[in-house]
């Protein structure tokens, strides 16, 4: 790949072109030349709704090993698998219960939220799809033989999360130490909750949802493993000085990027050496990178 598109690369991977030769960047050098790991973000969310059942369905039949949802949390405490802090963009919830505005997620029961349509907004074939709770998503990562990118979306509107996402993940046998090891990945915007993740479960792999300035990265590799950033964010000398590092488990420090939908942007970021590539359309992306 690196030779075929090296002229269209050049300017973003770094690499010098003199007539067919190509000569590599540093990562490259480095023998870094590992295609990224895939990863279908909201489940396989191009195709499916996200963060549904569905989604992680249509992931699998793409053989995506690994899906990305978000966690939050019921006014009565139950954990469910939804991105934004409201249930309008993705529900019906404005139709069934019109004089609840502003419709938070964490206004509503689990039973309310159970009765709620959260697919057809995506189209009418996926009509009836409902928001999972933590449990039944775990459930059917696991059926499928799947691996768990989980993040903890917006954990400041709800203490204690961490403790109650680890004791979720334990009842359904999720911190078993072959889930922890390889198929298990807990991520957020939220330094603070990753770092009460990491104290309290020193084995979980823990990523960064962001871009720190590469002065701060040090500080970060003393509880996550991963620095997961926007993908219009970096550059390959920002993810060499992330590969630079080690992190806790003292190994390099790894770089999973996002939201990557199209092959040219593809082909930029595994330019890069990033680690994985957190994506809607897995099937895009890795016919990008294999190619
Ligand atoms: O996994 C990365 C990505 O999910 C972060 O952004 O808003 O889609 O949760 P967002
Ligand atoms: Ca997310």
Do not use: C
Not at 14 to 42: E, F, K, M, N, Y
Not at 78 to 100: C, K, M, W, Y
Not at 186 to 204: G, N, Y
Request: aromatic fraction near 6%.
């Amino acid at each position: 790949m690196y030779v075929r598109a090296a002229a269209a690369l050049a300017t973003v991977t770094g690499s010098v072109v003199i007539g067919v030769l190509v000569l590599p960047t540093a990562a490259q050098a480095a023998g870094r030349h590992d295609r990224p790991v895939i990863i279908a973000h909201r489940g396989a969310s191009a195709y499916a709704p996200e963060n549904t059942l569905e989604a992680v369905d249509e992931a699998d039949e793409l053989d995506a090993d690994w899906v990305e949802n978000d966690v939050q949390r019921t006014k009565d405490g139950a954990l469910v698998v939804i991105h934004d802090t409201t249930l309008s963009r993705t529900t019906n919830v404005e139709e069934v219960f019109p004089g609840r505005a502003p419709w938070n997620v964490r206004d509503f029961t689990a039973t309310e939220i159970a009765r709620l349509d959260a697919g057809s907004w995506k189209g009418a074939e996926f009509k009836g799809e409902r928001i999972p709770t933590l449990h039944q998503y775990l459930e059917r990562v696991d059926d499928n033989h799947q691996k768990l990118l989980m993040e903890i979306k917006a954990p400041e509107l709800y203490p204690g999360i961490e403790d109650q996402i680890l004791r979720q993940l334990r009842r359904d046998g999720w911190l078993r130490h072959e889930h922890v090891k390889r198929r298990l990945i807990v991520q957020s915007f939220s330094a603070d909750s990753m770092r009460t993740v990491h104290e309290r479960r020193p084995d979980i792999k823990t990523g960064f949802l962001g871009t720190p300035a590469v002065a701060d990265l040090p500080a970060y590799a003393e509880f996550v493993d991963q620095i997961n950033p926007s993908n219009t964010t970096i550059s390959a000398d920002y993810v060499e000085a992330v590969h630079a590092l080690k992190g806790p488990h003292r190994k390099r420090l790894e770089v999973f990027t996002w939201t990557v939908n199209d092959a040219a942007t593809a082909q930029r970021v595994a330019g890069y050496g990033v680690d994985g590539i957190i994506t809607n359309a897995p099937d895009v992306v890795r016919e990008a990178v294999d190619d």
